[in-house]
């Protein structure tokens, strides 16, 4: 439809004129009233729908035939955007004006207007996907509502009779395909058994799935690969195009890393902290809109290896608590809020809900529709989370749902902060005893004296931050630094005694010099100390 379509308008208009006497509006759950008044409204509705889908690019408008909780006699309509969500707001000022036009040449106008106020290309395919409930009237409506999209040319798909929830679903976009990377690993059984139920709208394209490769597992890919040396596995490298989103499992599929290439082919990361802000911001924002507002408490758990910004970002809007590295700690923190959600910064991590929170929910009265489909995404978001322990593959598909529901890209999820700059090395010691900690492992207590010495270097960076623990399970020190500028987060390519955990290896000036106090304070070969050491 290149021209605007004025003869088809006019000829389906004067099939549904609307009542005199009779003012309707769009509200929170659209249109809703004697289903014996909205023969013209349904036919606009049509209209408009098309309109939107159009303005949209062509992206599926959702249109629901219902009045809900409503005596059998009303009926209704409303508008579904192509995230599955609520008509934005300022169309429903659009609908309202569009309903109300009193002869066939003012609606013409109005949709005039509406086309040019919304910059409106109409050449543009329209989209729309309809479905009714049962009510006798409902055949009736659709009827009138299919003339709307006829007349605007509009390519419509009738569902019959569905539930409100499943055209609010089926009107949600399509996500990209999204690839996974197994670690060559038995993710990539889970992968394939769980793409054949969320293909049709989440399509999985796995790599890295040479399970019976011998020396493959966890080989330059996984997700401990992609947190600790900050880039794409090399395998991806020829497969992830610019704005494609990517995760990683690590070799047993506990563990969750997001990534993706920016318009200039740039690696970002999206790791454990970033995964934890996207989560807790969406369950308080579903808890919001339930009205559920102080009737629990949301909170999360880090550890010291969380990104400062990560921390700050979510300080802010939720309880935050730090403790000791490792599942266990986190898990037990969690279970002391209401609703609590970790991960660590490695991408280990799940959300708790408690039996008082679940019981809330299930018994929670919600006083508007809003809040009863906010009350519905948040209950069925606690049915999707696997709250036993980490699950890669549930956590993947509550990130991709908050996404979609969203509407956010990796640029946009990345965005909600900006992770300060940093590295994580591990040094190698003869003795990793002799490194004692406190205050959740973020301050040595021992050997004596050499907090003090680090607290003297740290303080000398913007925003810095550094802290040194000794590893569980090897002979080795962990040091993690991060500071405001870039300029004293990188320093000189190294090879030493040092096992740098980063590739390439761009040891940080912050975190070299405190390797250097840990290097020194083991005992280490001074011979093979570099010259930087010295």
Known sequence: MSSFPTSELVKFSDLHPKPSNVTFSYGTAGFRTKASLLDSVLFRVGVLAALRSKRLDGKTIGVMVTASHNPEADNGVKLVDPRGEMLENSW???????????????????????????????????????????????????????????????VARNEGVKTTPILH?????????????????????AAKAMGEYVN???PLIPHNI??????????????????????????????????????????????????????????????????????????????KGAGLDGKFEIGVVQTAYANGSSTK?????????????????????????????????????????SPSALSILETHQPSTPAQ???????????????QTVGDALSDMLLVEVILAHKGYSGLEWDSIYSDLPNRLVKVVVKDRNIFETEDAERRLTSPPGLQQ???????????????VRPSGTEDVVRVYAEATLRPQADGKSQTFD?????????????????????YDESGGDSSKRPKEFL
């Open 92 to 154: 429903e000022t659009l609908a309202t004006n569009l309903s109300n036009a009193e002869t066939t040449g003012d609606f013409i106008q109005v949709v005039k207007n509406i086309i040019n106020h919304q910059k409106i290309d109409i050449s543009k395919t329209a989209n729309v996907i309809i479905a009714r409930d049962t009510r006798p009237s409902g055949p009736g409506l659709v009827a009138a509502l299919e003339d709307g999209l006829r007349a605007m040319g509009a």
């Open 169 to 189: 679903y089926l009107a949600g976009k399509k996500a990209p395909p999204l690839v996974v990377d197994c670690a060559n690993g038995v993710g990539f059984f």
């Open 200 to 202: 049709s709208v989440l």
């Open 210 to 287: 040479a399970i019976n490769a011998l020396g493959a597992l966890n080989n330059a890919c996984g997700a401990d690969y992609v947190k600790t040396s900050q880039r794409l596995p090399p395998s991806l490298v020829s497969v992830l195009h610019p704005g494609q989103r990517a995760c990683s499992f690590d070799g047993d599929a506990d563990r969750l890393i997001y990534f993706y290439l920016d318009d200039r082919s740039q690696f970002h990361m999206l790791d454990g902290d970033k995964i934890a802000a996207l989560v807790a911001n969406f369950i308080a924002e579903l808890a």
């Open 313 to 353: 970002y979510l300080s802010e809007r939720l309880p935050v608590q730090c403790v000791k590295t490792g599942v266990k700690n986190l898990h037990h923190a969690a279970e002391g809020y209401s609703i609590g959600v970790y991960f660590e910064a490695n991408g280990h991590g799940t959300v708790l809900f």
């Open 372 to 386: 009863s489909t906010y009350l519905s995404n948040l209950i069925a978001l606690s049915d999707l989370i696997n």
């Open 453 to 467: 010495r680090l607290d003297d270097i740290i303080r000398k960076y913007d925003g810095g931050r550094a802290f």
């Open 498 to 518: 040092l096992e740098i955990m980063f590739i390439p290896n761009i040891f940080p000036e912050l975190a070299f010099r405190i390797a250097g106090l840990v």
